[in-house]
């Protein structure tokens, strides 16, 4: 009997094959107390099964193949700082001194303790950090209780394969060769969940959030990972394999089309050259952009580097070996460094707890760095250090207020002073803002007297605009970034940079989005960051474009009460 599972479209394109059933991760947790005499022994009980499970990732890390895509080295990093974070591991160990709870007991309270802060977070892939939490927990858990690492059961390869989980860990996907498989579904996740972050890497069809999917689909079961609706469609009929593998096989002509554009220069019909950036997390990243045919890196998120440190934020040397090596990269493409993104609502430890009602409007982004100086410096120094091995530009989340961009120009000033002062080397960088709280969109003059380019993040400002919390599923609904306020915030930024003849760019899910690309460019748009895996089909939408024409019908589409009608219609 044929049914359908939804969940969300993470990755492109249709696979088809036998499901492949990972076991569930889960792992059933005793409770009980300890005498005070085997408190020691319960200690070392919980640092050996630790340490098992250290050893296990560092072997994984270090056999990684050098064709693997850079996030599973990077992914596999978190998961290794988690296990070394001491803090975490002195909470759990209070548990068991000063409660007597067994190892177990007291790893799943802290989870549990910890689970409750990523709730709470704004950022939906710092949210979903807690299922890197929880896998690392579960795998501690089943050294403790003597288990082997989760794993497929076994499957025939003479046919193609879906994995089908419950949630996958990047240790858990290295178990498997990775040709193996043409799609991935499970049952938690997000659009920045790691499953989504590796299939997208990798190229391979992807439906996440499929909640009961595991229990749903039985072991070899046919099924359709439909990637562009974000359905799973098990035990097809005839006439619905036809038609996937119709729509498969002119996948894969569109792909092969769109890898001949690689070195096409982007340039609309009416010869308006498009500059195509990409959007990176790790200093690895790069040679992925650069494999796409990006023209520079228009996001680098610095955030990474400070994540899962257990309160140890990095060192000038550690943050600008980092930035170097992003830098040289890209081979003197251009390098936008965003300062760190994080604050109140993504505490980096527990220094700081989240007393605020509305993480979102809180101390987060610039505010976070100008309430701490001296690591705001550090970070400035390490980016004008690197700046001398290639172009640099340095991007402030956040800013609303005229106050908030002296001070940023004071601490930039001050932090090229100390390093004259220690005789460091370094050069100048270009500084922009982001564009993505209304109060900016709508004072942008202030920002361009002030920033040499402009970049539009579109996520927060749709958020911030229209009063969405994108984390709160009763409301999700209702976050639109074709909503007619928020297309005016954009086109007014965008109208304005032209105007005083200075660079402005889209880094949001909006650049990426190839239906919104000839809006985009109609409403005067040159610039757009995105992910590398989805610039091809941006580079497809701008050579088949006719700029000039598009503008009347972008400001139709602007005094439009429905502009998704429109652009549906188009």
């Known amino acids: 009997m044929t049914f359908a599972i939804h969940g969300l479209a993470v990755a492109r394109g249709v696979a088809m094959g036998r499901a492949v059933l990972v076991a569930s991760s889960r792992v059933e947790v005793a409770h009980y107390f300890v005498e005070p005499d085997a408190v020691p022994a319960e200690l070392a009980r919980l ?14 890390r270090a056999e990684l193949p050098r064709d693997a895509p850079p996030e599973l080295a990077a992914l596999l990093d978190v998961h290794l700082l988690m296990l070394l974070d001491e803090s975490i591991g002195a909470d759990v160990r209070q ?38 939490l929880e896998q690392v927990v579960e795998r501690v858990l089943r050294r403790l209780k003597g288990a082997a690492p989760p794993m497929a059961q076994g499957q025939e390869q003479d046919e193609p394969l879906v994995l089908v989980a419950h949630d996958l860990s990047p240790a858990d996907m290295l178990q498997f060769k990775k040709s193996v498989f043409t799609g991935f579904v499970t049952d938690l996740g997000g659009k920045t969940s790691h499953t989504a972050i590796v299939a997208r890497s990798l190229d391979i069809p992807a439906v996440v959030g ?25 035990d097809p009929s005839p006439i619905i394999i036809e038609e996937y593998a119709y729509r498969q096989r002119q996948g894969e002509l569109e792909r092969g089309r769109l890898a001949r554009l690689r070195n096409t220069p982007a340039i609309t019909l009416d010869g308006e050259r498009i500059e195509l950036l990409a959007n990176i997390e790790q200093p690895d990243d790069a040679g992925a952009a650069l494999a796409a045919g990006a023209v520079g890196v228009g996001l680098f998120r610095s955030e990474f580097l400070f994540m899962g440190r257990g309160g140890q934020l990095p060192g000038e040397d550690e943050q600008y070996l980092a930035y170097r090596r992003a830098v040289e990269a890209m081979q003197g493409l251009p390098t936008t460094i965003r300062t760190i993104d994080i604050g109140a609502d993504k505490p980096l430890d527990e220094r700081r707890p989240d007393t605020h009602l509305n993480p979102a409007l809180g101390l987060r982004a610039i505010r976070w760095s100008l309430a701490e100086p001296a690591m705001f410096l550090t970070q400035l120094r390490a980016l004008l250090r690197a700046a001398a091995h290639g172009q640099v530009q340095v991007l402030i989340p956040m800013l609303a207020h005229a106050s908030e ?16 002062q220690r005789g460091a080397v370094h050069a100048p960088v270009k500084i922009g803002a982001m564009i993505e709280v209304p109060a900016a969109a709508l004072s942008v003059r202030l920002f361009l007297r002030h920033f040499d380019f402009l970049s539009i993040g579109t996520n927060d ?44 760019t889209v880094c949001g899910e909006m650049a990426g ?12 748009l040159r610039s757009f960051s995105m992910h590398p895996s989805q610039l091809l089909a941006v580079k497809q939408e701008i050579l088949r474009a006719d700029a000039a024409k598009l503008a009347p019908w972008a400001q139709v589409v602007l005094a439009s009460d429905e502009p998704a009608a429109l652009l549906q219609a188009r």
Do not use: C
Request: net charge negative.
């Open 47 to 60: 640092r050996a099964a630790r340490d098992a499970v250290v050893a296990e990732l560092q072997r994984l």
């Open 95 to 132: 548990w068991i001194i000063q409660r007597r709870y067994n190892a177990e007991w007291a790893l799943v309270t802290q989870l549990d303790i910890l689970s409750r802060q990523f709730d709470e977070m704004q950022d939906d892939y710092l949210r979903e950090r807690k299922a890197d």
């Open 210 to 234: 499929a909640r009961s999917a595991s229990d749903l689909v039985r072991q070899d079961d046919w099924v359709i990972v439909d990637g562009d609706a974000g359905v799973l469609i098990v």
């Open 405 to 420: 961009i002296r001070q940023t120009l004071e601490l930039l000033a001050r932090a090229r002073q100390q390093l004259d």
């Open 461 to 504: 400002l749709t958020q911030y605009a229209l009063a969405i919390d994108r984390s709160d599923e009763s409301v999700a609904h209702l976050y639109d970034p074709l909503h007619p306020a928020v297309l005016q915030l954009v086109a007014g930024t965008i109208a304005e940079a032209r105007a005083w003849d200075k660079p402005v």
């Open 513 to 524: 989005d190839p239906q919104m690309t000839r809006l985009l460019l109609g409403l005067g």
